[in-house]
């Protein structure tokens, strides 16, 4: 596990505290501001989904979860949807979203579909996305999914995942029905975080009927590869 130092600005920056509250912050909310102000989403990387094809088969993997849990493909063979999210803690795009990715993944765990979140950022370089504070995220976020750190980018590289957050829903052959964006909510452009496109095709895949091939790419920060991965 990687050691906590203080992030460089702009990416993972810990906002200071108003003068006399620094005490009654939570260690949660010390290391997270999930607010995106206008500097830093000026300054981020914006990139789009590569669009994997459709029918590809999830590829395989097996990942240490915030409790040192390892968790694989094969944990998830007989939901009938397993969705796979490529994702961070510091990024301002997953921030954007992150109260109503939790909220998604409560309201169809019910329904028996299954979500893993990946992070296979540098944390060398990006300390924020560390496995220690990828737990802490968890817990304040809510997560009822696995979070698992993706420390070799393998398997990023095996989904051809570019950005974060970055979407791929697989039916019950885990074979892939859709990739792409959560809603076309993005940070600063005033429309409201729904999970419109996402529950659409989640929506199809528990109905068992086809989801609609016209999917938008999502857009996020870049997965910051190790020098020597970048695809």
Known sequence: MASFFRPKPPFGRVSPAPLGMER??????????????????????????????????????????????????????????????????????????????????????????????????????????????????????????????????AVARAYHAACTPDFFLFDSGQGLVYRGQMDDSRPGNGIPVTGHDLRAALEAVLAGKPVSPRQKPSLGCNIKWKPGNEP
């Open 24 to 153: 009654s912050l939570s260690p949660a909310q010390k290391i997270f501001d999930i607010r995106a102000g206008p500097l830093e989403i000026a300054l981020m990387a914006a990139t789009s989904s590569t669009m994997l094809p459709l029918g590809t088969r999830a590829p395989d993997f097996r990942l240490p979860d915030t409790t040192g849990k390892w968790v694989s493909l094969s944990d998830f063979k007989g939901a009938p949807a397993l969705l796979v999210v490529f994702m961070c803690n510091h990024c301002p795009f997953v921030k954007h979203i992150r109260a109503a990715l939790a909220q998604l993944a409560r309201d169809y765990l019910s329904r028996g579909v299954r979500l893993a979140g990946i992070n296979s950022n540098d944390v060398e370089n990006y300390p924020a996305d560390s496995p220690a504070l990828m737990a802490v995220e968890a817990k304040a976020a809510g997560f009822v999914f696995p979070y698992l750190y993706d420390e070799t980018q």
